[in-house]
């Protein structure tokens, strides 16, 4: 069984533009969750879609945004991008039947 | 809301040597508990998780956890650690059936001296 995959694995930006960063989830699994890992700030969590909808998003300002396609893949844009966005973008999915997340190797985001 | 505090930013630990991760949690409702591990450079992968049941689970590669509900704990303990064990350990929480949106801890670095 394929495990979560993220593309591209790296993205190098500058500041003021926008990044688009895509994740395939578990085949079966209708859930993705994107999170950030920024040095020093741990793992926070920024959206959660379920069957093509957002579910619930965390405490980041509307220039990150994406959408859940009907395949379930899905996609993060960060629009306006800053120097602090510089990250690794993890995104994971999730079953009714498995619980817990299965995350996929990340996209490290670089803003320069 | 529910919150997970991992006390120690870093543990190094002699090789063969056993080795106690702490995790603390807070919730008012019933809780599920992980423990993602993640290698240098590479995503998190699940290393164990209480559901039910047993309050004592193992993963495959000798580590073990015990969810202790009046102490609010899920610590991560290994007996004997091995190089190969050189991680950074995340505790998370996630609260009610269909709601997998996980809580981290901000992480413990495990470190094996030779």
């Known amino acids: 069984e394929a495990g979560v995959t993220q593309s591209p694995t790296h993205l190098i930006k500058t500041r003021g533009q926008q990044a688009t960063l895509r994740c395939s989830p578990i085949s079966g699994h209708t859930s993705v969750y994107w999170y950030q890992q920024a040095l020093g700030l741990g793992l926070q969590f920024l959206l959660w879609?379920?069957?093509?909808?957002?579910?619930n998003r965390g405490n980041f300002p509307p220039r990150f945004s994406g959408r859940q396609f009907p395949n379930y893949s899905s996609e993060l844009n960060v629009n306006a991008l800053e120097l602090e966005d510089s990250a690794l973008y993890l995104c994971a999915s999730s079953s009714n039947r498995a619980r817990g997340l299965f995350f996929g190797p990340g996209t490290r985001l670089t803003v320069l | 809301a529910q919150s997970v505090t991992q006390l120690d930013s870093q543990v190094p630990v002699f090789e063969e040597a056993p080795v106690e991760l702490r995790c603390n949690y807070s919730s008012s409702v019933s809780v599920y508990l992980f423990w993602y591990v993640q290698y240098p450079n590479q995503g998190l992968q699940l290393l164990l998780k209480?559901?039910?049941?047993?309050?004592l689970v193992e993963s495959i590669n000798g580590f073990e956890a015990e969810f202790n509900k009046s102490q609010t704990s899920f610590h991560l303990r290994k007996p004997s650690v091995h190089i190969s064990d050189t991680a950074e350990y995340f505790c998370a929480v996630s609260e009610s059936f269909g709601n997998e949106k996980l809580t981290f801890g901000t992480g413990t670095r495990l470190t094996i001296i030779p």
């Open positions: 879609y379920d069957e093509g909808e957002e579910r």
């Open positions: 209480y559901l039910s049941g047993s309050t």
